[in-house]
């Protein structure tokens, strides 16, 4: 989030803005998979991949093994050969060096530390308010004018890395099931009735989808009426 007369709002503050802690950490975890450092594990797991440059247990370059969680080196060394990432996706990505589900990765300790930093920030900016936790005026205006500026897209040509985070930000499960069906339907960030559309006629993961989640500031509260 950039400071000056106006503030500009990163894709994971929209998303907490538009769906509390869960719809930022699914951003942050497209963001991820968008630059080849996540994927999907086993149904409805996420795991980091790799960092460029960084050796794994066999001496390959990739991530270190899922054995590597302990707060040692093979971990840092991972951090530090990333490219440059914001706070929550870089916690993220610390985090999935031992695979999750999507409740699990929520729910570790690291994220929610990160995620609680966001929306101090936030708060400080004056797009929310902490009680009763909900979005401010500005907020709203803030979504409207986005949404005003970057509409659902139909499919993912033409579109950055940016545009792609961004619209999910704004729009959740449905920009998801164009833009990012495969992931977000194994790794369990949506259902399978969301893209069955598409093609993918998979059995679901068990696990929820990231439909109908209340803004939420992580405390309880429901959010703020658009």
Known sequence: MSGGTSVRLEPYEV???????????????LALQLRGLADAGRPGRIRATRAPGTAGATGATGAPSAGDTGGGRPVQDALDALPALDA???TVYAALQRPASFAELEARTDV???LSALRAGLVAAGM?????????????????????GH???????????DDVLMAV??????????????????????????????????????????????????????????
């Open 112 to 114: 929610r530390e990160a």
């Open 88 to 90: 929550l996706p870089e």
């Open 169 to 226: 930000a704004l729009y959740g499960e449905p920009a998801l099931s164009v833009l990012a069906a495969r992931f977000a339907l194994r790794a369990g960030l949506i259902a399978r009735a969301e893209v069955a559309d598409k093609g993918f006629h998979r059995r679901a993961p068990r696990g929820g989808g990231t439909g109908g989640v209340m803004y939420s500031c992580g405390g309880g509260g429901g959010g703020g009426s658009d």
């Open 15 to 29: 998303a907490l803005l538009r769906g509390g802690p869960r719809a930022a950490v699914t951003v942050a975890a």
């Open 151 to 161: 509409p659902l897209p139909a499919g993912r040509k033409g579109l950055s890395e």
């Open 128 to 148: 929310l308010r902490s009680l009763p936790p909900r979005r401010t005026r500005a907020a709203r205006r803030a979504l409207r004018a986005l949404r005003d």
